[in-house]
Each structure stands twice: as structure tokens, then as C-alpha cells.
């Protein structure tokens, strides 16, 4: 029988406890699922961040960790991983991020602020563009990325996506690469960061890329705090060039309470909530990737240690 660790913080055991054995039935696995074996006895890690698991040496025999995040940034930098490390993908979680990231766009393209706020009395007949006359751009096109950026094309916003590798995305103007980044952002009129925290990523919106975007342009990051250079974006805010930035992700988590985006008029902080990953269907794509190592199959969704994601 498999010996699989589940190596997480002691709220998640409890929501995955149940759902773990039951996915491991329907993989068809036998496992001996626990939160204590020996290290030199466990197959499989299960993982999500916490201080509990920071040396991996002594799992000699442990096959993959699965992780229970999509971003892996705490642990790919962790040398003492040899074990391959697959991310987490996931329809629930994708969908979360599709409804999150839409609600937001959409919130700022229609200016609903001005309306939900000013109940005066005041009639100001000032309707917003159309989607497709709002160039938007999608920093990532991965598994989150690509599905924003489509179901965004869909309502009919003009969408360009920026990725490391060329890409075809139907319904996306595709960039790649350093030149294609400027191309991208150039007069965009949203961004939307769905990018991993790497050192390549880091600081992406930063004072020149910031002043490539069109004139009080949004800025909206459910993907990772360090993507974004924070000094540049405050004065980008009050100097008019960003008319406002929707935060889900920050550099220190909890966002700390003096933290100066929690008091700007145009920033709206939330927590870390874009998209969260479902117990019951992550399970079964834990379950599922382990079922294919058993069979010598490839792990999906693996993490390409040199690129950092
Ligand atoms: P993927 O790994 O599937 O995709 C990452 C994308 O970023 C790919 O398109 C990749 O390019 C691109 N990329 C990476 N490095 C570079 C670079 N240097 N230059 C240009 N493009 C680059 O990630 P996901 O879509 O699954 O998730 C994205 C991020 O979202 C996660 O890493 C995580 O940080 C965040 N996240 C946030 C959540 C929240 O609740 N706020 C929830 C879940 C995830 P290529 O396609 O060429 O490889
Ligand atoms: C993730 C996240 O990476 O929740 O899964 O941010």
C-alpha cells in the first residue's frame, strides 16, 4: 500500500481528510494516507505551504510532491526538492479565477463605482465603451490566463495575452517575450496579471511598464504579489497614470495593516480570494496524478524546475 504525507497546514487536513480516500478509490490507488509516516517510508508528498516541511532529503523514496497551490514559488526555490514537483490545475479553481477576475474588469469598464457611490441625484448621461473598443491585456497564458483571457474575448473585450514561449490562442493577440511585453502593454487599457512569482517576473509592472499603459488605465493582480513593483504603482495611482488597481495578492500576507494600499481611495485590496483550489475536485487531481505515476505515466501539470513554474 502507498505511504502518501499529507504535509499542509492543520486547517486544510480537515477539509481534505474525507475527500482524499474517497479519490483515491476512484483512482483506483491504495493508500495509507497520514500526517506522521517515517520520511524514509513516504511514496507520495502531499503539500501546501507551512513551516512544518521544509527539508526534503530524507523522503529518499518519495516519488513526487503534489501540490495543493497553483503557485509554487515557496517550494521551487526549496534545494533540498529533488523530487519532481507537480502544481495544481484544476477546473474549480480555474473557474473561481474566471469569475473573479470578470467581476473586476467588469467593474471598472462600466465605472459602476461612480453609480453604486453617487445616488445624489445628479443625471449624467455618461454610458462606458464598448468591451471591444477596451484594449485589455493578460499578463500569463496558462492554464488561469488563457481561460481569462478567453472568457474575457468572449464578452468581447480586445484581449492580448503575454507569455515566455510563442503561442496561438484563438480569439487572442498573442505576445511572447521581451519586445512583445512592450507591445502588449502598450496602450492597454486594463492588465490583468496572472503570471508565477519567479525572478523573471518580478517587478514586471514596474515605473517604464506602467507608463507604457494608456492614460488612467486598471491595473488588476490576482497573480502574485512580487510581480509588481509596489513604490511605482502608489505614484503611478496618485499621479493619474493608473486610475486605480484591484490587488488580490501582496508581497507580505496577511497584508499588513499599515500598508498604504489598504488607505488608497484607488486600490481595492482583497484577500487573497481570487480563486481558491476545492478540496473535493483538488483530491481527485492529487489522486489522479499519483494513479499516473503508478503506471509510469508522466505527471500533469509539472513544475520545470529551471523556469521556476
Ligand atoms: P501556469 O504555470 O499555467 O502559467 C504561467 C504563465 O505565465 C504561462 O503562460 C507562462 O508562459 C507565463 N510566464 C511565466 N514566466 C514568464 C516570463 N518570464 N515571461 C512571460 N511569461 C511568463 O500558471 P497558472 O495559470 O496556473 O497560474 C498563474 C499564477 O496565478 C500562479 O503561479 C499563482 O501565482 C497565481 N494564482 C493565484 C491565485 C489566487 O487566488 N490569487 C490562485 C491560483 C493561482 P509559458 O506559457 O510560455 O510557459
Ligand atoms: C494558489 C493560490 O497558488 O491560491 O493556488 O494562490
Same mark, same amino acid.
Given at each position: ?91 474549480? *479553481?480555474?473557474? %473561481?479565477? =474566471?469569475?473573479?477576475? @470578470?467581476?473586476? /474588469?467588469? +467593474? ?6 461612480? #453609480? ?120 503611478? *495611482?496618485?499621479? %493619474?497614470? =493608473?486610475?486605480?488597481? @484591484?490587488?488580490? /495578492?501582496? +508581497? ?6 499599515? #500598508? ?50
Amino acid at each position: 500500500m502507498l505511504k502518501v504525507l499529507f504535509a499542509a497546514p492543520d486547517g486544510l487536513w480537515d477539509d481534505y481528510k474525507d475527500h482524499l480516500p474517497d479519490a483515491f478509490v476512484a483512482a483506483g490507488v491504495e493508500v495509507d494516507l497520514a500526517r506522521d509516516h517515517a520520511a524514509a517510508d513516504v511514496d507520495y508528498i502531499i503539500y501546501a505551504p507551512h513551516d512544518g516541511l521544509t527539508d526534503f532529503a530524507p523522503f529518499t523514496r518519495c516519488k513526487a510532491v503534489l501540490s495543493l497551490w497553483a503557485g509554487v514559488e515557496r517550494i521551487v526555490t526549496n534545494t533540498t526538492l529533488t523530487q519532481p514537483l507537480a502544481k495544481m490545475v484544476n477546473p474549480d *479553481l480555474t473557474q %473561481g479565477m =474566471i469569475e473573479w477576475v @470578470t467581476g473586476h /474588469v467588469l +467593474r471598472h469598464h462600466l465605472g459602476m463605482d461612480r #453609480h453604486i457611490t453617487d445616488q445624489s441625484g445628479c443625471w449624467v448621461q455618461d454610458a462606458p465603451p464598448l468591451a471591444k473598443d477596451r484594449p485589455l491585456t493578460v499578463l500569463g497564458l496558462g492554464s488561469l490566463g488563457t481561460a481569462c483571457a478567453q472568457a474575457l474575448a468572449g464578452i468581447g473585450f480586445s484581449v492580448t495575452g503575454w507569455s515566455r514561449t510563442a503561442k496561438d490562442v484563438p480569439g487572442i493577440t498573442c505576445q511572447s517575450g521581451d519586445e512583445g511585453l512592450y507591445r502588449a502593454l502598450q496602450d492597454a487599457q486594463m492588465v490583468v496579471l496572472l503570471l508565477p512569482d519567479t525572478a523573471a517576473t518580478q517587478n514586471i509592472l514596474n515605473a517604464e511598464t506602467l507608463a507604457l499603459l494608456a492614460k488612467g488605465a486598471f491595473v488588476i493582480n490576482p497573480g502574485r504579489g512580487p510581480l509588481i513593483d509596489d513604490d511605482a504603482l502608489i505614484d503611478a *495611482l496618485d499621479r %493619474g497614470q =493608473i486610475a486605480h488597481a @484591484t490587488l488580490d /495578492v501582496f +508581497r507580505v500576507e496577511p497584508l499588513p495593516q499599515d #500598508h498604504p494600499y489598504w488607505a488608497h481611495p484607488q486600490v481595492t485590496v482583497t484577500p487573497h480570494i481570487a480563486a481558491e483550489t476545492r478540496p473535493e475536485t483538488a483530491a481527485m487531481e492529487v489522486a489522479k496524478n499519483i494513479a499516473r505515476s503508478e503506471k509510469d505515466q508522466t505527471l500533469l501539470n509539472l513544475v520545470d524546475r529551471s523556469s521556476g513554474y
